[in-house]
């Protein structure tokens, strides 16, 4: 079992800058996929950066140049550092786990980008 407990998410206006961490219960080091998804109203949850065990690092098109993944496994703790913030990246995002067996979600932290 692994637990995930996002923090970071707040309101911000356009082309600020926020950073997003993610707290894991165990040791980060083995876990093999570590990524960011996150969900708009009406929409469904799209995958927004990822990290894998290796640090092997993957962006979607919409985020990429702007946001960057990074983990920290002394802390066990994953970031996704936010720049140029557009409004819509406005969503609930959400950190995720796959150990190569099971798969686990944090509880979600929302991000408002607003003037």
């Known amino acids: 079992q692994v637990l995930l407990v996002e923090s970071g998410g707040g309101l911000v206006q356009p082309g600020g800058s926020l950073r997003l961490s993610c707290a894991a219960s165990?040791?980060?080091?083995?876990?093999?996929?570590m990524g960011w998804y996150r969900q708009a109203p009406g929409k469904q949850r799209e995958l927004v950066a990822s990290?894998?065990?290796?640090?092997?690092?993957n962006y979607s098109h919409s985020v990429k140049g702007r946001f960057t993944i990074s983990r920290d496994s002394a802390k066990n703790t994953v970031y996704l550092r936010m720049n140029s913030l557009k409004p819509e990246d406005t969503a609930v995002y959400f950190c995720?786990?796959?150990?190569?067996?099971?798969?686990?979600w944090g509880q979600g932290t929302q991000v408002t980008v607003s003037p």
């Open positions: 995720n786990a796959f150990t190569g067996i099971s798969e686990y």
């Open positions: 990290i894998t065990s290796d640090n092997s690092t």
């Open positions: 165990k040791n980060i080091f083995s876990i093999n996929f």
